[in-house]
């Protein structure tokens, strides 16, 4: 079957480009309104493998953006990946993979989902105490402290409670204090 602009299309998802761009039945695809690292960026194995478990030996379905028809300045089409009925750009972003690619808000269909984290309404405050307010990774409103996850600076002062990260990288001042045994690591899922 193909990729096809407003309908959503079984496929099979074969090759695992990077973290936000995959191939599903030889058409090119890349995924709407989310952002993950580049080869050699710190974080590009992990959002490349996270997509890979979700998707591979599986059935897909792609919906592609009508506000992107045509696809991008790569000649991908663009579009949401369902994995056996998990929406793939979604699951980027909660899981803190992704950021919210904000320069497409104002023409993707998807924008005003919930998931897309585009305007300021969309975003609750689990979303924002999470860390997971991508918008301010794009913005630059991440502490340095935690290179591989968004953690907006304080205030708030957060704990790993008020966070859904866990077991991430920790550099500098750590100004949330999440790395009590100073290991390098934040948020241990399981404490020593």
Same mark, same amino acid.
């Given at each position: 079957m193909q990729v096809v602009n407003n309908n959503k299309s079984e496929v099979n998802v074969h090759t695992f480009v *990077? #973290? !936000? %761009? +995959? !191939? &599903?039945?030889? &058409?090119? $695809?890349? +995924?709407? +309104? &989310? !952002? %993950?690292?580049e080869r050699g960026e710190d974080g590009y194995a992990s959002a490349k493998g996270f997509v890979k478990n979700l998707c591979l030996g599986g059935d897909a379905e792609v919906d592609i953006d009508d506000g992107q028809r045509g696809g991008d300045? =790569? #000649?991908?089409e663009v579009g949401v990946v369902y994995c056996n009925g998990v929406n793939v750009n979604s699951e980027l972003l909660k899981k803190g993979y992704a950021i919210t690619y904000t *320069? =497409?808000?104002? $023409? @993707?269909e998807f924008a005003n989902d919930g998931w897309a984290i585009c305007y300021p309404t969309n975003v609750n405050a689990s *979303? @924002?105490?999470?860390g997971n307010t991508t918008t301010e990774k794009k913005q630059g409103n991440c502490d340095p402290s935690y290179p591989d996850v968004c953690i907006p600076p304080p205030p708030p002062d957060l704990d790993c409670s008020d966070i859904s990260q866990k077991d991430f990288k920790v550099n500098g001042s750590d100004p949330h204090r999440f790395d009590n045994n100073n290991d390098g690591t934040g948020c241990e899922s399981e404490e020593s």
């Open positions: *990077d #973290g !936000d %761009t +995959l !191939d &599903v039945n030889n &058409v090119r $695809v890349r +995924l709407a +309104l &989310v !952002d %993950t690292h300045r =790569y #000649g991908r *320069d =497409y808000c104002e $023409v @993707s *979303d @924002s105490v999470a």
